[in-house]
């Protein structure tokens, strides 16, 4: 009998390995299935300005991006992205504005931001209900480091993922927040289902984190602005890539339409720019995100916050005074530009990168699938004949 009893714990043992074997491919292949590309190695190539090394915010020198995505079970698709101006930030501030396009949302801070002109925290990003944790993971960060500085009012912004993601569960602790933070890193930027873009999706497709950079010549003084999204906005029949109507085209794949979401947008350059400048170039974004279809619904929220590394804020000095570096404003219009076009090709990557996914419910949001994509834009003559290589993705 107790021999009896040993083969049966044992093949019990065995079942439920392949079990969980089995629930790990699953869970895996709801988040990787086909190979993902950006815009420019699918041959879609938007504007008259060329994209840094990495086409990614991180192409200005000292900005990094961390992700924590969190992907579990059969509801759980959220997460955090940090985006941090530089590494001291919470000593040395730069100057940055906020501006709402329309403000059916919430994104902590802007309101001291645009008082005092600058910015002195991380730019977080994370779902609708989990702001309160996120905010209170960024000012334990900076009091486990900076016990004796003054308090900070971080920024937050957030994007609704309830379709796909149990946001009721508030999964998101403050401890992810910090997360993120600490694995904040240059060079390439990971797009699509991840970070605080898990659980989004963009004109009825599969969406979430997007970046692009755009490089100014040097007779425009050479300056670089990068751009990162969270998109979760936007209804199928309205989008449009590179002036193309693609979602009057590719009209399979869809779902019930759910309520709208909102765009979080971030702004970075190496650009000499103050407070005013920085707004300015803040309300550009608009233009790049009316160029993708979208005109701002009102259950929708676009934030954009933009901020300038050329210039340091100091905590103290020793005379109450410091310089400031500032570009003479006839010189705006080539940033305008490039801000306008990473914005755009942002929130395209942001939907070519990501993957099919399946959420709470069932409920399945589609990617866009990239051969459809690159058949109707190559029908309306916009699709270049030398797609970018993959290096840097």
Not at 58 to 72: I, S
């Amino acid at each position: 009998m107790e021999k009896y009893n040993r083969k049966y714990w044992k093949i019990l043992w065995l079942c439920l390995i392949v079990v969980i074997q089995i629930n790990a491919i699953a869970d895996e292949h709801a988040t990787v299935s086909e190979e993902r590309l950006r815009a420019r190695e699918l041959g879609i190539k938007i504007g008259i300005y060329e994209p840094g090394k990495y086409n990614a915010i991180t192409d200005v020198a000292g900005v990094k991006v961390g992700h924590v995505t969190l992907h579990y079970g059969e509801s759980v698709r959220t997460g955090v992205t940090a985006v941090i101006p530089r590494d001291d930030i919470w000593i040395n501030k730069v100057f940055g504005a906020g501006h709402i396009i329309n403000g059916n949302g919430e994104a902590t801070g802007l309101a001291w931001t645009n008082e005092a002109g600058w910015i002195e925290s991380p730019i977080m990003l994370t779902n609708t209900l989990s702001v309160g944790a996120v905010h209170e993971g960024v000012v334990r960060y900076m009091i486990e480091r900076y016990p004796y500085n003054h308090i900070i009012l971080p920024i937050v912004a957030e994007c609704y993922d309830g379709g796909l993601n149990d946001i009721s569960g508030l999964h998101v602790t403050a401890q992810h927040a910090i997360e993120a933070i600490k694995k904040a890193t240059d060079g390439p930027v990971a797009e699509g289902c991840v970070g605080g873009g898990t659980g989004m999706r963009c004109y009825g497709f599969k969406a979430g984190i997007g970046t692009s950079s755009r490089v100014l010549p040097a007779n425009r003084g050479g300056y670089t602005v990068g751009v990162l999204v969270n998109a979760n906005g936007g209804r199928r029949r309205q989008l449009r890539i590179d002036g193309v109507p693609v979602g009057r085209e590719i009209t399979d794949l869809t779902r019930e339409r759910g309520r709208d979401g909102s765009f979080i947008i971030v702004v970075a350059t190496d650009a000499p720019l103050v407070h005013r400048q920085l707004l300015q170039l803040a309300k550009r974004v608009t233009h790049g995100l009316a160029r993708t279809g979208t005109p701002s619904t009102v259950s929708s929220g676009e934030f954009v916050i933009a901020f300038s590394t050329a210039n340091v804020i100091p905590r103290r000095t020793d005379d109450g005074t410091f310089s400031v570096k500032m570009l003479v404003n006839n010189r705006m219009d080539a940033l305008y530009q490039a801000t306008i076009e990473a914005t755009e090709e942002a929130i395209v990557n942001s939907m070519t990168a990501a993957v099919t996914t399946v959420g709470k419910n069932g409920n399945t949001i589609h990617a866009i699938p990239l051969d459809q994509l690159k058949a109707v834009m190559k029908k309306y003559g916009r699709l270049a004949s030398d797609p970018e290589s993959v290096e840097h993705k």
